[in-house]
């Protein structure tokens, strides 16, 4: 049977992630020290694990409402009124979803018809533009650069909006880079968003995910944004929640009420542990947040540092648990470069390529991991440069 012809075109002519290409390499080979996956090495907090297991034990194990429960939606609610200053109606105006994945499929999915043109800061994660083609949408693709802090830029946004532009996807504070957009910036694309009339789609995945004095600031706290500005996170990031599986998307009724729809027909509802353990998060949660904060700011700089002195330059990241140095000192692409290392040193990081054609120069490091994972494959990376440097 020739299923070439049976199955759908838009998917097949899809990519597989760049990401899961090195994970699957370094779990076929021993001794390998992975740098590649997003993924916190602390365990989900005790208190939030305790409470699933006591749903679990009291045999709360039917479905939820497909908004997901009242009471968690109330505290997503407090939650983001109190750490980013923006209320929304539990009712009408959050949606629980299976993972902010999920979440960005079902927005991008409700706004973008037939022809909508999708526009995509990159370097970015993985699956902004390939859900734009499988909605039927054209990503246009906007190249974020070293020099501009990896910021998307007003003069940019401006460049690229045409009459059929439907979405600015806004991917901030930024994986793969570690971009964060501060108030300023967000202000300056407000202005051109408004002037255009189209409507954004805020990932706000690791706005917990800041350092320095200035904290995250959500583009639905920019004037008049709100309305324009479907938010869009979870509990993966901030609260070392990843199996858990569990997001939601923050918007205005019209669009969440179409993105339930799909959800509806689709999952039906979140996982009902997941959301009973993300309720006591979000209630006695803050000071884990911090706690993890600490450490992945303490990594972040060691890692820089290094980096720095091995002469891979790199940008100082402001957010998420990611660092993005330039591999050109090695004289080799990006694919090559992590593919060499990991089988010369055991040492597995993701080619900027896999986020973008413009990530061409760069590997994307994940510092989300062990201070001791860190280091051991800091001292192979380094071991991997010397032994290239002497071969050529």
Aim: a negative charge; glycine letters at 8%.
């Amino acid at each position: 049977m020739d299923y070439t012809k049976l199955l759908n075109q838009r998917l097949t002519g899809l990519k597989p992630s760049g990401i899961r290409r090195f994970f699957d390499i370094a779990n076929e080979m021993d001794h390998v020290i992975s740098l590649s996956i997003g993924e916190p090495d602390f365990t989900t907090p005790w208190h939030v694990r305790q409470e699933g297991i006591e749903t679990l034990r009291k045999g709360q194990t039917w479905y939820s409402p497909n908004r997901g429960f009242e009471e968690l939606r109330k505290q997503i609610s407090n939650y983001y009124a109190r750490r980013f200053n923006v209320e929304y109606d539990p009712d009408q105006e959050i949606l629980v979803s299976v993972g902010g994945s999920e979440a960005i499929d079902l927005c991008i999915r409700a706004l973008v018809q037939e022809g909508d043109e999708v526009l995509i800061p990159q370097p970015a994660f993985v699956c902004y533009e390939p859900m734009t083609i499988m909605a039927g949408g054209t990503p246009v693709i906007i190249e974020t650069k070293a020099e501009d802090a990896f910021r998307l830029t007003a003069e940019q946004l401006e460049a690229a909006i045409t009459p059929r532009t439907k979405l600015l996807i806004l991917p901030f504070p930024n994986n793969p880079t570690g971009a964060v957009m501060r108030r300023e910036h967000l202000e300056a694309i407000a202005k051109v968003i408004e002037k255009h009339d189209i409507l954004v789609l805020s990932d706000e995945i690791y706005g917990e995910l800041t350092y320095g004095k200035e904290r995250h600031v959500s583009f639905a706290d920019i004037p008049h944004m709100k309305e324009r500005t479907i938010v869009v996170s979870g509990f993966s990031k901030a609260y070392a929640m990843t199996g858990w599986r569990l997001g939601y998307a923050l918007g205005p009724e019209p669009v969440i009420s179409q993105m339930l729809k799909l959800h509806q027909y689709a999952i039906m509802s979140a996982p009902t542990t997941a959301q009973y353990a993300a309720i006591e998060a979000l209630k006695h949660g803050d000071n884990d947040i911090e706690h993890m904060r600490e450490e992945y700011d303490m990594r972040r700089r060691l890692i820089v540092d290094e980096f720095g002195r091995m002469g891979m330059t790199c940008f100082e990241p402001e957010g998420a648990f990611y660092v993005f140095p330039s591999i050109q000192v090695s004289g080799m692409t990006s694919e090559d470069f992590c593919e060499k290392l990991i089988y010369a040193q055991r040492v597995a990081i993701v080619p900027g390529t896999a986020f973008g054609d413009c990530g061409e120069g760069f590997a994307r490091v994940s510092y989300s991991y062990s201070l001791k994972h860190i280091q051991e494959a800091l001292v192979r990376i380094e071991k991997f440069l010397n032994e290239k440097h002497s071969e050529g």
